[in-house]
């Protein structure tokens, strides 16, 4: 039985599905850190097995980022990315005020998935790329 748990997301958890779709490691010091600041996440179990997850950082009225949205591979094209994200949707709709920013970043072929929630892909006429940078900090400067 599929169930949804909101504002329940652990380091451990997230650590834990990050990593079963090979996404980059943070140690759980750092994790524990990020996820003080979450303004919201959802956890979906199966029965008690943790199948996926979901936040969103920003100052929870004018921008929103979403992030981590992870669903175990062996679980996935089951509908639970999408019950992650109305979820996430839901509490922005409860928090946006109007024209607020809502952000994310597709991973590589997963931009049609986002676009049902009614996200754009940049670049368009009126917007540029969408830009990321990494913070290195194995850099040996000397
Ligand atoms: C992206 C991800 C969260 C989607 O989760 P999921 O549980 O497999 O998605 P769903 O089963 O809810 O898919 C919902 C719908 O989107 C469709 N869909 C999924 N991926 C799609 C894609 N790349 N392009 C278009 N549609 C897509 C599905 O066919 C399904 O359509 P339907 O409802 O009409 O049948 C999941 O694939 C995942 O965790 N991937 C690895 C991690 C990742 O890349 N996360 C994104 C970080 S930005």
């Known amino acids: ?4 748990e ?4 652990t380091p451990e958890l997230y650590i834990e599905l990050r990593r079963k779709v090979e996404f980059e490691d943070y140690s ?9 600041k979450t303004l919201f ?7 008690d097995v943790p199948v996926g997850i979901g936040r969103i950082v920003g100052d929870d009225r004018i921008v929103f980022f979403i992030k981590d ?4 591979p062996s679980y996935q094209n089951k509908s ?3 019950a992650i994200m109305k979820a996430l949707m839901e509490y922005i709709e409860g928090k946006a005020c109007n024209n607020a920013y809502v ?6 072929n997963k931009e049609g998935f986002y676009k049902k929630f009614g996200f754009i892909e940049r670049p368009t006429e009126k917007y540029g790329h969408g830009m990321v ?9 000397s």
């Not at 039985?1 to 949804?4: E, F, P, T, V």
């Not at 940078?133 to 400067?141: G, L």
């Open 41 to 47: 996440s959802v956890v979906i179990y199966d029965d």
């Open 6 to 9: 909101l504002d329940a997301l």
């Open 80 to 82: 639970i990315g999408t």
């Open 28 to 36: 759980i010091e750092d994790v524990t850190q990020a996820l003080e």
């Open 1 to 4: 039985m599929l169930r949804k």
């Open 103 to 108: 952000g994310l970043m597709s991973t590589p």
């Open 69 to 72: 949205v992870v669903v175990d």
């Open 133 to 141: 940078k990494f913070v290195n900090r194995n850099i040996d400067n």
